[in-house]
């Protein structure tokens, strides 16, 4: 018997039993490794179209132009030794940062899960980390920064060690030939794809976003400025990726899902908050580029409910309202896929001209 799929506009005919066997041998994890590339059928329908989006949204760090920022860095009297500091902290942690998700997806996430459709969307997830620290190397060569200034504000500061801290203890556990089969290995990798995803990328990265922005909205870095607003958009997509990564693995293995391990993840939820805020605290002059430390912190709060909402957990701060509006509409969660202008737009009308031409997805 012949089947007849349909993926957007394209239409494929497979054998009716075999697709059938490659369908129920689909699984976030424990389903069928296989060296093919079997994305048909697809199962995981919302990873392909995500890979689709993500594609669609590609940018290059160097069709940014850097002549500006140059300039502003070069004058003495332009900007203030704290703005500048804000510029090295930014580089230097976004620099380890990135690092550190992408081998987390490509060496623990990648390897655990087992649908193709899942590795392909984890992929070009990894290369976006890759497009990211590209930008800050970048960034870095534009200005004449001296990359192991940067490096050293990543090693040296507590506040910095302690929220890598939290990240890398929930990879290490991961690091072994693990039977993910058992609950327990089910519930670390979980906590990964929890803390990678919502606390780490979808909240302690706005802290420092909240500080870059702030200088861009004063018009000070335009082209460090639109290389984090990509960023964001790029990240904003890696929460919506993880975030449906978890809610297919829990649904795949409801075990998992018990009122205990629900406060365990709030609770990994509140560390990242308590490190981010002490982390702003100790390192962000919040008030050089013009903002309340106050409204800073509620910030926090209120991105990690969101996050909490958004993987069906009850919130930390249910009474916390978004204080800074024009903060979360230049970087935020729900964002207007032409909110940006330039060259990047261009490739992404191209290519999503081409989606619409021929896979309406
Ligand atoms: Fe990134
Ligand atoms: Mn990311």
């Given at each position: ?87 090295r902290m930014g580089i230097g942690y976004f620099s380890a940062a990135e690092g550190i ?35 800050l ?8 920064i001296n990359p192991h200034e940067c490096e050293a504000m990543f090693e040296d500061v507590p506040t910095i060690v302690r929220k890598n801290e939290f990240v890398t ?110 982390f702003?605290?100790d390192c ?78």
């Amino acid at each position: 018997m012949q089947k007849t799929f349909q993926v957007g506009a394209k239409t494929f005919v497979l054998d009716e039993a075999k697709a059938e066997a490659a369908f129920a041998a689909k699984r976030v994890i424990n389903g069928r490794q296989t060296m093919c590339f079997n994305l048909l059928p697809l199962k995981y329908q919302w990873a392909y179209d995500l890979y689709r989006k993500m594609k669609a949204n590609h940018w290059e760090p160097e069709d940014i132009p850097m002549g500006k920022d140059i300039e502003q860095w070069r004058d003495e009297k332009a900007l203030s030794e704290v703005e500048r500091w804000i510029i090295r902290m930014g580089i230097g942690y976004f620099s380890a940062a990135e690092g550190i998700v992408g081998d987390n997806i490509q060496h623990v996430v990648r390897e655990l899960v087992t649908a193709p459709e899942l590795k392909l969307v984890l992929g070009r997830h990894a290369h976006e980390e890759n497009i990211h620290a590209d930008s800050l190397l970048y960034m870095i060569a534009s200005l004449g920064i001296n990359p192991h200034e940067c490096e050293a504000m990543f090693e040296d500061v507590p506040t910095i060690v302690r929220k890598n801290e939290f990240v890398t203890r929930v990879s290490r556990s991961l690091r072994r030939d693990l039977d993910m089969t058992q609950i327990e290995n089910k519930k670390l990798l979980a906590k990964n794809i929890f803390v990678f995803g919502q606390c780490m990328e979808g909240t302690q990265f706005y802290g420092l976003f909240g500080m870059v922005l702030s200088l861009y909205r004063q018009n000070k870095f335009p082209g460090i400025g639109q290389m984090f607003r990509y960023t964001l958009r790029d990240e904003s997509n890696h929460i919506e990726v993880f975030r449906n990564l978890f809610m297919d693995l829990v649904e795949e293995n409801r075990e998992i899902w018990t009122a205990e391990f629900k406060e365990e993840l709030r609770d990994l939820m509140q560390e990242a908050i308590t490190l981010e805020k002490e982390f702003i605290r100790d390192c962000l002059p919040v008030n050089a580029v013009g903002l309340r430390l106050e409204d800073f912190l509620t910030y926090i709060d209120y991105i990690a409910d969101r996050r909490l909402e958004g993987v069906g957990l009850a919130l930390l701060n249910p009474s916390a309202k978004n204080p800074l509006p024009w903060l979360a509409e230049m970087m935020d969660i729900k964002k207007e896929q032409n909110f940006f202008e330039g060259r990047v737009t261009e490739y992404q009308k191209a290519s999503s001209l081409n989606v619409a031409a021929d896979d309406e997805l």
